[in-house]
């Protein structure tokens, strides 16, 4: 079956440091990664997504994210963090169910900013 | 700009209530889905639904209905709510043929 994975519910970095976020999935097939940020009491919103080609994807915000196939990881990454980037971020990996996909997600990792 | 809007932000209702969460999306989109967000377990898929009329049980259905009558407008329904269906429930829409899903703003559901 395939699974996401997060390491670390919880991670706090000072403001202007890098931000590291870790997400691992399992999946058999070539994956559709994603990343999505969900702001205190909002829904989520798209970050960035891997499909196919370049292996280095940028997204909004200052945020990307690498997707190692021999690591099966997609690490989310920002050089230098801002108090407005606190929120939760979930990965997630597109996988095929018959005829429709579906994402299957990580459990969430809360980024708190410390000033 | 891709729109769906959730019928409540907050909600509390009674044990045993049948509650009503309401979700419409403004892009045309083939695919809705309702997920249930609790802290520690990430979404878990519900219910979704790729056709008018049509629906598929996702994760965790259990004690969960959804109807789907009109294309833009998908209803998630729990019939006798029960204290554990207290969640934050997110609704989200994507086209075929894409991958990315467009969510709603969530339902804070409170049930007594």
């Known amino acids: 079956a395939q699974s996401v994975t997060q390491l670390g519910s919880h991670v706090s970095v000072s403001e202007g440091a890098l931000v590291l976020l870790r997400c691992n999935y399992s999946?058999?097939?070539?994956?559709?990664l994603f990343w999505y940020v969900q702001y205190p009491n909002q829904g989520l919103q798209l970050l960035l997504k891997y499909t196919t080609g370049a292996t280095l994807v940028k997204g909004i915000n200052g945020f990307e994210a690498e997707f190692k196939k021999s690591e099966t990881s997609f690490h989310l990454t920002k050089p230098s963090a801002h108090m407005s980037d606190a929120a939760e971020y979930f990965c997630a990996v597109s996988v095929q169910m018959d005829s429709n996909y579906q994402l299957i997600w990580g459990a969430g990792t809360k980024l708190i900013i410390k000033p | 700009d891709v729109k769906v809007t959730q019928s409540s932000r907050y909600l509390v209702k009674r044990t045993g209530e049948k509650v009503f969460l309401e979700c419409v999306q403004d892009?045309?989109?083939?695919?809705m889905f309702w997920y249930r967000q609790d802290p520690g377990l990430g979404l878990r898929l519900i219910y979704f639904s790729y056709d008018v009329k049509m629906k598929e049980k996702g994760d965790i259905p259990e004690g969960y209905s959804v109807s789907r009558e009109k294309k833009e407008r998908f209803s998630l329904i729990l019939e006798s709510a029960s204290t554990n269906q207290t969640s934050m429930y997110l609704c989200a829409s994507r086209a075929r043929g894409s991958y990315e899903q467009y969510f709603g703003p969530g339902t804070r559901l409170t049930v007594t």
């Open positions: 999946s058999s097939v070539p994956p559709y």
């Open positions: 892009m045309d989109h083939e695919n």
